[in-house]
């Protein structure tokens, strides 16, 4: 070993879904199976290539005045980043430096892991319960901040607005980031606390319901005082983190709020229709409030299922971790692709 290398900050990194370059139905990481907003793809025609010679605007102040106009908040309260993986890197950076462990649940979004890894934040996860549900009571305990994400990924299953307050109202020495990525698809969110508690931060993102996977724009909501201290990190760190191009598509989606809740409502029709396939089919799994279904089924091996699927082109997300190990999650995709996919299992079990 190279005296150096004890000096390197070794990780055990995050593993994204595959992005095959090939065509396939790919029910894998939890696109929007739409395109973005009409008014985005006639940004994109009359884009200036002249912005691109300049540094983008350092504080994104387009984009978090159309945020702060849509959500109903002063500008002061907004922060975007790269996708909200950026913005969820930043906050564990800038609110979790406590000694006593972050608190989030076994079953939940991997990233959160290996950035406290990243950070050598100590964390303790807290078990869901036999139904995959989150025990509140669990987040009582003394800790040094807590995440989770609402609808939980990859469980699908949302909590109400009085459980979440619950949590923040039990940790208000802490910092509590709820993770909103899927909420369009699920109920209320937790935004119209950020004004009643000074200790919530909420982060949602553009890649699920607004279609912008590729754009990578996040964003979290918070009081102006937590948002400061979000921006004196990002700005010890790198100024001009969005952009020209995504801050411009991203004001245009953010526009069009009719087609914003159509494709919604699309992709919830789909999810609803796919649970009856699902269940008529044998297999079991928690009532989704997201845009995936998390299905296991009693007879079928999931990783075999999981291969088989890949190999008919159908692509979907298997971890085979522990507690999980007979579970695939289930992008909901369009009408069509989802008729391919039940077409598929069908057959896959002789039915
Ligand atoms: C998809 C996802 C994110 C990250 O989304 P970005 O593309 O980085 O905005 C964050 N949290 C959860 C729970 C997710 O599922």
Request: hydrophobic share 40%; proline share 5%; with cysteine.
């Amino acid at each position: 070993m190279k005296a150096f290398e004890k000096n390197i900050r070794k990780v055990e990194p995050y593993v994204p879904g595959e992005q095959p370059q090939h065509k396939v139905i790919k029910l894998n990481t939890n696109e929007n199976p739409y395109p973005p907003a009409p008014g985005v793809a006639k940004a994109v025609r009359s884009t200036d290539i002249e912005r691109m010679r300049l540094y983008p605007d350092p504080t994104s102040s387009a984009l978090v005045k159309e945020l702060a106009r849509y959500y109903g908040v002063e500008e002061n309260q907004v922060f975007v980043g790269v996708g909200s993986d950026d913005v969820l890197s930043m906050c564990f950076l800038t609110f979790f430096n406590s000694e006593k462990p972050v608190f989030f649940p076994d079953i939940t979004y991997s990233f959160y892991k290996v950035w406290a890894d990243l950070y050598r934040i100590p964390y303790e996860c807290q078990k869901l319960d036999a139904d995959f549900h989150i025990v509140k009571e669990d987040y009582y305990q003394e800790n040094g901040g807590v995440i989770f994400p609402n609808p939980n990924a990859p469980t699908a299953i949302y909590e109400e607005l009085d459980f979440v307050e619950d949590i923040i109202e039990h940790n208000q020495d802490v910092i509590v980031i709820v993770d909103e990525a899927y909420v369009d698809f699920a109920g209320k969110s937790a935004l119209e606390l950020v004004n009643k508690y000074d200790n919530l931060i909420v982060v949602q993102t553009f890649s699920k319901a607004r279609s912008m996977a590729g754009m990578r724009i996040g964003y979290a909501i918070s009081n102006p005082t937590l948002i400061k201290y979000l921006n004196d990190a990002k700005y010890s760190f790198n100024s001009y983190t969005m952009n020209q191009t995504s801050l411009l598509y991203g004001v245009e989606a953010v526009k069009d709020k009719e087609y914003f809740e159509e494709t919604v409502a699309k992709i919830v029709e789909t999810r609803e229709w796919a649970k009856d396939q699902f269940r008529e089919l044998g297999f079991e799994f928690p009532d989704s409030r997201a845009n995936f279904i998390f299905v296991t089924h009693p007879d079928h091996d999931a990783k075999e299922l999981f291969e088989a699927l890949k190999k008919a082109n159908i692509y979907v997300r298997f971890w085979g971790s522990e507690r999980i190990e007979q579970y695939l999650r289930v992008t909901i995709g369009t009408k069509e692709e989802m008729e391919s996919l039940f077409a598929f299992l069908r057959e896959y079990m002789g039915r």
